[in-house]
């Protein structure tokens, strides 16, 4: 069987999901690795590194490089099962085969502190406006 994982593009720091990528891959290596095979998928953040002298141009490169190059690109990966680390690149999931995709979901307690669900003394205010606006 393989498993391809879609990982997020460097520059935008999701270090947390980039972690979890590696230790799946070497968990599954070490459990199956006999049936299993797994395959990375990496966006490749052309159009944002060739205008990085713009920052604004260079933001659009990252936005279009995720949303339309590396959309386009997971079309033809072929795998058993497609897992989107990041649930951030769910879009990704509109060009897979559905019955075969699984994605990660990993700001469930950005989600609980927005709708103030948790007995807690400070409110998160900045981590709740990053995740609101897109920028962790």
Do not use: C
């Amino acid at each position: 069987m393989k498993v391809r994982l879609y990982h997020t593009i460097p520059a935008e720091g999701r270090m947390s999901s980039e972690v979890y990528a590696r230790e799946l891959a070497t968990a599954l290596d070490a459990v199956a690795a006999a049936e299993v095979e797994v395959v990375h998928a990496y966006p490749r953040g052309r159009l944002r590194r060739g205008l990085a002298r713009f920052p604004p141009a260079a933001r659009i490169g990252g936005y279009l490089d995720r949303y339309l190059v590396y959309q386009w690109r997971a079309r033809s990966f072929p795998a058993d099962v497609h897992h989107l680390i990041d649930h951030g690149y769910g879009h990704l999931g509109f060009s897979l085969d559905p019955d075969r995709t699984v994605a990660n979901f990993l700001a469930a307690m950005l989600l609980k502190f927005r709708a103030r669900a948790l007995p807690i003394e400070r409110y998160p205010y900045l981590p709740v406006l990053a995740h609101r606006v897109d920028i962790v």
